[in-house]
């Protein structure tokens, strides 16, 4: 069972180095958030996830910790953070911090006592090998760096020491169950750094590669899911309102394990290529086919089907009802910004879609204004996903409004072009992309019918076009082309609408059972 404020959520995801930078030190800060929570709440969010705050070396933007309790300096301190869990309840706004339970940074305390060839009480708290010119098959890992005369493994970049959960088949002698001592102590390191921020305000966890945790684990995940089912148990007791969100991929096998939400991000065994990108741009690959023809769903004519989406997606929303949420997403700080592949109108139209399906919706700051996706040099471990962090664009002043540096000193460059999208640029313009964001999350908070738990029936036609689904009593339709389509509607369904309309983009009409979507359309109707 999720948490019950999830019913209503919306979620906003910052990405600190990029927000708001209150000190001019060129780089976002906590104190820039808890400026810009009036923004927040102006969108309709009611909630946070904050990407990695905490002392790192920043090879990997964070999600290489090296103290889990400590907000790195360049952020602010401690007490900073525990300010903004005050100002943002006062405002209705709950905050989840990022737990990186699998990995921590290779200059974390935990693994330099690990590594030293001497025996001492963090040994075990990463997964050694036997012997320095020993590994193991099927698991990366690094010899030749330690005192210790053993390979370590890596649960991702180089920097990223696996940490000890244990193996759920052990196919060699040096390999740990996940249920010995020491793998049990890991599980309660972690749980202490959650009860540690719980206990100062945070409400709760995205939790990072949340399935990678027992290594050679079966199908189901047992293993890992044993882990997280003990971390619920705890949560229930000691913190029942708190919520996690896993970076799983697999609603079915998340939930079940404990999570009350699962985000949405690639196919069933595929690799981590967002579904949300591949129904914006069929089949493209958050890296590879960034360029190649595009065929997403909502591209007026381009020709895109939703139905792939649609099959996947419903299967695993039928499997998890009950059990909690799918979040799906607007882009994160790994994926390519949707603006990438859709101008102005159809990202209206594929917000408007994610923002009245069920589950607990996130919007990636910036994609609220459409902000680009930037072709930028590599940055703390980013790569290709740099382009999509770049700084938040507030208004026209210098580096648009995100810091008063001198502009050298920027954490990453700033959109120049002359038409780069900015908050204040679209805050009178009742039709921008940002208001039309508004809107729609305005209509779900007012009507239970557009929110986590109503009921979903997608009325199917032989072409997905007018793509029409009922949410509880509304009707939702969305056309993404360029010519106006009709659609009567099922007796069941026109029998019991009275055909008001409550949100619309473009036009469209409702008379006799017929609905009459205009080119490039959405509307509910009630
Ligand atoms: C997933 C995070 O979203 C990503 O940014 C990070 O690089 C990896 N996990 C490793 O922690």
């Given at each position: ?55 790192s070396?920043f ?101 990223q ?12 002698p ?92 690639n ?26 023809e ?17 099959g996947?997606?419903?299967?695993r ?31 209206k139209l594929?917000?408007?879609?994610l ?5 607990v ?19 703390e ?5 740099t382009?999509?962090?770049?700084p ?16 050298s000193e ?20 009742p039709?921008?992309?940002l ?76 008379k006799?059972?017929?609905?009459s ?6 509307a509910?109707?009630?």
């Amino acid at each position: 069972m999720a948490a019950k404020w999830l019913k209503n959520a919306v979620f906003y995801e910052i990405y600190p180095q990029s927000f708001k930078d209150s000190n001019g030190d060129g780089i976002g800060d906590i104190n820039g958030i808890i400026q810009k929570l009036d923004y927040i709440k102006s969108l309709g969010c009611n909630a946070l996830w904050i990407n990695p705050c905490y002392d790192s070396p920043f090879k990997d933007a964070g999600y290489d910790v090296r103290d889990y309790k400590k907000v790195a300096p360049r952020y602010g301190t401690n007490e900073d953070l525990y300010r903004l869990f005050d100002e943002a309840h006062k405002k209705g706004i709950r905050v989840l911090l990022d737990l990186v339970p699998g990995h921590t940074s290779e200059e974390h305390p935990w693994f330099l006592e690990s590594q030293k060839a001497e025996k001492n009480e963090y040994t075990d708290r990463f997964i050694w090998t036997e012997f320095c010119f020993q590994g193991t098959d099927g698991l990366p890992y690094i010899g030749g760096e330690s005192e210790r005369s053993a390979c370590y493994i890596l649960n991702f970049f180089k920097c990223q020491p696996a940490l000890n959960y244990g193996f759920y088949r052990i196919t060699e002698p040096w390999q740990k169950s996940f249920r010995d001592a020491s793998a049990l102590t890991t599980r309660e390191a972690i749980k202490d750094v959650m009860r540690f921020w719980l206990s100062h305000g945070c409400d709760g966890f995205r939790v990072d590669m949340a399935s990678s945790l027992v290594k050679n684990d079966d199908e189901k995940k047992s293993g890992t899911s044993e882990i997280w089912h003990d971390i619920r148990r705890m949560l229930d007791l000691e913190f029942p309102e708190a919520a996690m969100v896993s970076e799983w991929n697999d609603p079915s096998l998340a939930l079940r394990a404990g999570f009350d939400m699962d985000f949405y991000l690639n196919e069933p065994g595929g690799g981590y290529s967002t579904l949300l990108r591949d129904y914006y741009n069929n089949g493209g690959s958050i890296h590879g086919d960034r360029n190649s023809e595009d065929h997403s769903y909502f591209k007026k004519d381009a020709g895109g089907n939703i139905n792939r989406f649609l099959g996947q997606y419903l299967e695993r929303y039928e499997d998890t009802k009950g059990l909690g949420y799918i979040s799906l997403l607007t882009c994160n700080h790994d994926t390519i910004r949707p603006s990438y592949s859709l101008d102005s109108t159809e990202l209206k139209l594929a917000y408007a879609f994610l923002f009245t399906m069920p589950g607990v919706p996130f919007l990636y700051y910036g994609d609220e204004i459409g902000m680009k996706y930037l072709e930028v040099p590599t940055k703390e471990g980013g790569y290709f996903r740099t382009g999509s962090r770049t700084p938040m664009q507030w208004d026209g002043s210098a580096n648009l409004g995100f810091s008063t540096s001198d502009g050298s000193e920027l954490y990453l460059p700033v959109d120049d072009s002359a038409d780069a999208p900015t908050v204040a640029s679209q805050e009178n313009d009742p039709n921008s992309l940002l208001n039309t964001v508004r809107s729609i999350i305005a209509l779900r908070h007012r009507e239970e019918d557009l929110q986590a738990d109503a009921s979903l029936r997608f009325i199917c036609s032989e072409t997905d076009r007018p793509l029409i689904y009922c949410r509880g009593s509304l009707v939702c339709s969305v056309n993404t082309g360029s010519n106006e389509l009709k659609t009567a509607l099922p007796h069941d369904v026109s029998g019991r609408i009275h055909g008001e309309i409550l949100f619309k983009i473009g036009d469209v009409s409702v008379k006799d059972g017929m609905i009459s979507a205009g080119p490039q359309s959405f509307a509910v109707i009630r």
